[in-house]
């Protein structure tokens, strides 16, 4: 069966739902905020404990990433994204789940040759060129100023 781009378009366009746009977005808004609440109310408790704002900012993204590893794992993150959409995605839970994910779906593969070598395949090239992009900008802050 041959199919030609247009024809592929149109099917596709017949198979996809519309998107909500006045719903989804102030969702995603709000998750994505209330994550972030959750985080400075995290903040707040371990300033208010002693804790350097530094150190307390450690622990704040340690626990975040921890949160959303054990929710991705128990399958309740993937519950909540599919309402919230990008209200997930953005903050550093987001990427905690990016990384989790495929380290989930490969264990059956094995722990070096399906966790290992599949942890990163997300978040992978995120670090990637988040580094090296970094560097770069880096080099010519240097020169510049």
Do not use: R
Request: overall charge positive; charged content about 10%; glycine content about 10%.
């Amino acid at each position: 069966m041959n199919i030609t781009p247009k024809q592929y378009d149109e099917m596709s366009k017949q198979a996809s739902p519309n998107s909500k746009s006045y719903i989804n977005i102030p969702v995603a808004f709000l998750v994505g905020g209330l994550i972030c609440t959750i985080g400075q109310v995290f903040m707040n408790i371990f300033k208010n404990a002693g804790l350097e704002k530094e150190a307390a900012s450690t622990w704040t993204s340690m626990i975040l990433v921890f949160l959303s590893a054990l929710l991705t794992g128990l399958g309740a993150y993937e519950k909540i994204a599919k309402h919230a959409g990008a209200g997930t995605l953005v903050p550093i839970t987001g990427f905690a789940n990016a990384v989790v994910s495929p380290a989930l779906e490969s264990k059956t593969e094995g722990y070096i040759l399906g966790v290992g070598a599949k942890i990163f395949s997300i978040a992978g090239p995120v670090i990637l060129y988040g580094t090296a992009a970094s560097f770069i900008y880096g080099i010519i802050y240097y020169f510049i100023s």
